[in-house]
């Protein structure tokens, strides 16, 4: 028999959209904000639960961290489907499509509170199914991560198909990281996202220095063991349950007996071994910070990242005096902190430079410091700490996303000041997702508590002193709920004071902010098979399909870049393909799929500047039916018009269509651009994408005989010949597929192909490979063929385009020659010096 639960969840995104509006103006809540660089109303209105209060900071930062959301989004692929990024680019250390597990408990969080669940979904399942992923890569709960999202969109199915993925990740953490006789997991700094720390800094390795059992560390296990264990009670695995359950009892006990210092009454990590610093000074084995080394007997060296095992209620009670640091100026609390490391500690130290985490305030950290208060506060019978601190903690994280007053955030800040200077790189660390902050909000200020059943408890943290709040539209467990704080009932007009409302009926109040429970609704609902949707225009793996083309390309921005599942709107840092400088009223980017595809809808991501790029005056939508294009029949767009800085969406009855494109019409002030090109349809997966054609020459993917890629020069950062003739295509920095001669010391260098044997040809494709930096498209180029005694320039070359572009692909045809060997000759640009990511030969 089908439970009260799973009839619940049939209805997932799509129904719950159809369910009762909420109580705020949403438009008005949206348009009150002035910072906004995404004005996709529709997908805010669809996805986010809209909240207000009397703390307009708090609310604009509510806000803001939502678009932060979006401009890491990543649609990696359709088998994977969607994933996020840390950082603005995609840094080398990053996994497959940029995704770093560090912060992945923070993001999924976040994550679990978008209607459409399919962002989240996506995303948990990413790490475990997609080549690329590094889920051990640094120490992150994602596991419990997981299953917190479950919490609020439950799938038993989903969660018991993870199930495996979940116990062999933590099996791996297990052999390389657990210490049977010591019954805890050890871990360093650097891999728990503090690379230069107080205790690698009493190690000759300051930057990874210093293994040991950390507390947050084997928290996060013990949080993964207990998620693993109540997934496998919903799969019926009794076993595994109770051997996970084992484990979280074990890491339990053996984190408050060894970790705990009852003398300064915090939680400290233990040396795994004797670590020596530079001056000789020797740190014990199986010491914790500052029993001994140099600082040996110093009453401090309590660090923020204490307070973690709170954050999973770890700890019994009977140990909260630790919180009485939290707000005392001579410990952690700053003006726009908490510190890291208490204030008078003796290594102490603030640095306007990368991941010194020595005292400066760690948005990563207060955000866990901040949940682990929560919990405290709901949970833990004390008087140390009060809900009055949280709320002023909440407000001094808000105040801390701005930089010159508008919303911001980058990777830490000074304490005392809130100057994100030293810490904020370059299309890097804009808008950093490294952190949760808006389930703090929902959870704590708002108090949401999370469960696994029907019930619905809600505790708000939020002053009895505020005349109102508002968190509306929260899609939870297959409802739409509201909770609402409206001292004299004027407000809302629902009554005075708490009320808690399903699908817009009331199910619980109180005449005071207390907490209150209540049995959500059992919502029955026909069942529904999943359809999954697939971009079929994205190309993050460097498949020669799809493949793109426009008419025009402007200088420094690159065509790859509207098919890299990642979109947003500025100008600095770019992430575009524009048409500035074209001469054409109009120009189109062309998509072809290599086959057919099923698609059913289009959506173009244009970009407005205000002038010299903007919105196109109008847009046609073609599609070449395999003698001519014409127009996409059936079309409904939203907005009917076009507009920038959102998605335009385009939706028709599905056609099978092997090229589609997007004719601009440039408007009056500004040729036309777009940051995203998306074509979706239905799929099943696993995706295949479409074969490449025959016929490439130089196409040798194992990198094994001939035909084989040599060069004049090539970098020592992995950018060799042989991966210029691979098969794959790939303008970003990570993965590496590329060959560069990044170092050479000449004004040109050559690019050759050795087939082994005559061949006859009468065309070159080339993927320049440019990171506006040390590497660039060169000035010119040149093709030239080897006679059997000398290399000739061959004749009758055109170049389309005429200039070498970067980041997209470049033909050269000439007259056919028959040679063994043909080269690419590259005259460098400045003192960049040249790459290129394929070359491809061809006879037509």
């Excluded at 992150?140 to 198909?161: N, S, Y």
């Excluded at 949760?436 to 959870?443: A, C, K, Q, R, Y």
């Excluded at 108090?447 to 505790?459: M, P, Q, S």
């Excluded at 970067?806 to 040249?834: E, I, Y």
Aim: overall charge negative.
């Amino acid at each position: 028999m089908m439970s009260k639960l799973k009839l619940t969840m049939m209805a997932l995104a799509g129904s719950l959209a159809a369910l009762p509006a909420g109580v705020l103006d949403k438009q008005k809540a949206l348009e009150a904000q002035t910072f906004w660089d995404n004005r996709d109303w529709e997908w805010y209105k669809e996805n986010i639960p809209f909240f207000e209060c009397p703390d307009k900071d708090m609310v604009t930062t509510y806000y803001y961290r939502w678009q932060l959301i979006t401009k890491h989004t990543t649609y990696g692929s359709p088998n994977s489907g969607y994933s996020f990024t840390e950082f603005t680019d995609r840094p080398f250390w990053s996994g497959a499509y940029g995704a770093i597990s560090c912060p992945v408990g923070h993001q999924l969080y976040e994550l679990r509170w978008l209607a459409d669940d399919r962002y989240v979904r996506d995303y948990s399942r990413y790490w475990f199914r997609t080549p690329g992923a590094q889920p051990r890569n640094y120490g992150c709960w994602l596991a419990d991560g997981i299953w917190a999202m479950h919490q609020v969109h439950p799938d038993e199915a989903f969660m018991t198909d993870l199930l495996p993925d979940m116990k062999k990740n933590y099996e791996e953490w297990t052999k390389r990281q657990f210490v049977p006789e010591m019954g805890l997991f050890w871990q360093n700094g650097h891999d728990d996202g503090m690379e230069f720390n107080i205790n690698s800094r009493q190690t000759t390795d300051i930057l990874r220095g210093a293994n040991g059992y950390r507390p947050g560390f084997n928290a996060y296990m013990y949080a993964d063991a207990l998620s693993i264990a109540r997934t496998a009670r919903l799969a019926g695995d009794t076993a595994t349950a109770e051997e996970y359950e084992k484990k979280a009892a074990s890491l339990k006990e053996n984190v408050q007996k060894l970790l705990w210092d009852p003398k300064r009454e915090f939680y400290f990590p233990m040396s795994m071994r004797e670590e020596k610093d530079k001056e000789g000074n020797v740190v014990a084995k199986h010491t914790l910070t500052y029993q001994s080394g140099k600082h040996a007997g110093s009453p401090h060296g309590r660090e923020e990242h204490g307070y973690i095992p709170w954050q999973f209620n770890m700890v019994d009670p009977g140990r909260e005096t630790a919180w009485k640091f939290l707000m005392d100026r001579n410990y952690f609390y700053a003006d726009f902190g908490p510190l890291t490391v208490e204030r008078h500690d003796p290594m102490f130290l603030l640095q306007k430079g990368c991941c010194w985490w020595s005292g400066q305030s760690w948005p990563y950290s207060t955000a866990q410091t901040l949940k682990a208060l929560a919990n405290v506060l709901h949970g833990y019978p004390q008087d140390v700490v009060t809900r009055a601190d949280y709320v002023k903690l909440l407000q001094i994280f808000s105040k801390s996303h701005r930089k010159d007053g508008q919303p911001y955030l980058a990777e830490a800040l000074h304490p005392d000041t809130g100057s994100f200077e030293g810490h904020d790189g370059y299309n890097h660390s804009e808008h950093y997702f490294h952190s949760s902050f808006n389930d703090l909000v929902i959870t704590g200020l708002a108090g949401l508590k999370t469960r696994a059943d029907d019930t619905v408890e809600i505790d708000p943290l939020a002053p009895a002193e505020w005349a109102y709040f508002a968190m509306d539209d929260i899609a939870y467990r297959g409802v739409r709920l509201s909770i609402l704080w409206d001292k004299d009932g004027t407000r809302y007009g629902k009554g005075a004071g708490l009320r808690v409302l399903a699908d817009g009926k009331e199910i619980a109040s109180s005449a005071t902010l207390t907490k209150v429970t209540a049995k959500l609704p059992v919502v029955v609902r026909e069942p529904k098979t999943e359809t999954v949707q697939f971009n079929y225009a994205v190309n993050n793996d460097g498949d020669y399909w799809p493949k793109y083309a426009a008419t025009f390309t402007a200088d420094k921005t690159s065509l790859n870049k509207v098919c890299d599942g990642h979109s947003w709107y500025t100008i600095h840092p770019p992430n575009r393909w524009t048409a500035e400088g074209s001469p054409n009223a109009s120009d189109s980017v062309t998509v072809e799929f290599g086959m057919k595809r099923p698609i059913e809808m289009v959506k173009l991501y244009f970009l407005d500047d205000g002038k010299g790029v903007t919105a196109p005056a109008s847009y046609a939508l073609e599609y070449w039916n395999g003698s001519a294009w014409v127009e996409v029949p059936g079309q409904k767009r939203v907005p009917e018009k076009p507009e920038g800085h959102r998605a335009n969406t385009v939706r028709f009855p599905k056609l099978d269509a092997e090229k589609v494109r997007a004719v601009l019409v440039h408007g009056e002030t500004g040729k036309a651009g777009l940051t995203e090109f998306e074509a979706w349809g239905p799929g099943v997966r696993p995706y295949v994408a479409a074969a490449p054609p025959a016929g490439n020459l130089a196409l040798n993917q194992k990198g094994e005989g001939y035909p084989k890629a040599s060069a004049s020069h090539h970098d020592t950062f992995g950018g060799l010949p042989k991966l210029a003739n691979d098969g794959r295509t790939g303008y970003l920095p990570v993965p590496v597929n590329r060959w560069t001669c990044y170092g050479s010391t000449t004004p040109s260098d050559w690019l050759e192909i050795d087939f082994g044997a005559a061949k006859e040809f009468s065309r070159l494709e080339i993927g320049f490979f440019d990171d506006r930096g040390g590497v660039q498209a060169p000035e010119s180029y040149s093709v030239e063929y080897f006679d059997g005694e000398d290399w000739k320039a061959a004749s009758g070359q055109k170049r389309s385009p005429e200039k070498a572009a970067g980041g997209s692909m470049n033909a050269v045809r000439f007259d056919r020659v028959s040679a063994s060997k043909v080269r690419l000759v590259c005259t460098h640009k400045g003192q960049a010096k040249s790459g290129v990511t394929e070359m491809e030969v061809w006879n037509d």
